[in-house]
T-cell receptor, first 116, second 114 residues
Framework: GAVVSQHPSWVICKSGTSVKIECRSL??????MFWYRQFPKQSLMLMAT?????????EQGVEKDKFLINHASLTLSTLTVTSAHPEDSSFYIC????????????FGPGTRLTVT | EDQVTQSPEALRLQEGESSSLNCSYT??????LFWYRQDPGKGPEFLFT???AGEEKEKERLKATLTKKESFLHITAPKPEDSATYLC???????????????FGKGTTLSVSS
């Protein structure tokens, strides 16, 4: 149980284009989903928290107009990187917290974004 | 400022050589401490949650313990398949019901050779 999927697992795009990453909780309903970014040999940095049906809360320093987050249902959240630049290249990971009240977050397998 | 520090940064063990990983934390109010395992190019895999000092959790060769200032992840008789980066995270803001964000340490990369 508690499986989270991400799609795509890797993507290469050209500078200036937009990329959408999907995060799905497969066997549970997630009231809250989180988006993290991880650089090589670094730990996870929280970008934003999204609750189903409401606007995402972004961490300080994260541009909300560049990283668009939509949490349309209890099993799906999307992250859209708009007008991507090479510095946006990174490993993006989502996590989901069950609506059952348990505190654990379950992570997806991650999406490797490369902007050329 | 809430902070999580893991040590050592890297650890090399021989198969069967037991050891411990450390996670020191300072938070305004601990809601929970979490251990995850992360393999290269993959998302973190949940291992344990600890809520209060004195609590212990076990899973196969891993045992996590918690005090008021730190947590240890003990690895008994490790095998090469235990090689991974182990991440410690805390959830703070005990009195803030909306505060569910995790604060991660930088991780300990464990290499177990046969």
């Amino acid at each position: 149980g508690a499986v989270v999927s991400q799609h795509p697992s890797w993507v290469i795009c050209k500078s200036g284009t937009s990329v959408k990453i999907e995060c799905r909780s497969l066997d549970f309903q997630a009231t809250t989903m989180f988006w993290y970014r991880q650089f090589p040999k670094q730990s996870l940095m929280l970008m934003a928290t999204s609750n189903e049906g409401s606007k995402a809360t972004y961490e300080q320093g994260v541009e909300k107009d560049k990283f668009l987050i939509n949490h349309a249902s209890l099993t799906l959240s999307t992250l859209t990187v708009t007008s991507a630049h090479p510095e946006d290249s990174s490993f993006y990971i989502c996590s989901a917290k069950s609506r059952t009240g348990r505190t654990e977050q379950y992570f997806g397998p991650g999406t490797r974004l490369t902007v050329t | 400022e809430d902070q999580v520090t893991q040590s050592p940064e890297a650890l090399r063990l021989q198969e069967g050589e037991s050891s411990s990983l450390n996670c020191s934390y300072t938070v305004s109010g601990l809601r929970g401490l979490f251990w995850y395992r992360q393999d290269p190019g993959k998302g973190p895999e949940f291992l344990f949650t600890l809520y209060s000092a004195g609590e212990e959790k076990e899973k196969e060769r891993l045992k996590a313990t918690l005090t008021k200032k730190e947590s240890f992840l003990h690895i008994t008789a490790p095998k090469p398949e235990d090689s991974a980066t182990y991440l410690c995270a805390v959830q703070a803001n005990l009195f803030d019901q909306a505060g569910t964000a995790l604060i991660f340490g930088k991780g300990t990369t464990l290499s177990v050779s046969s």
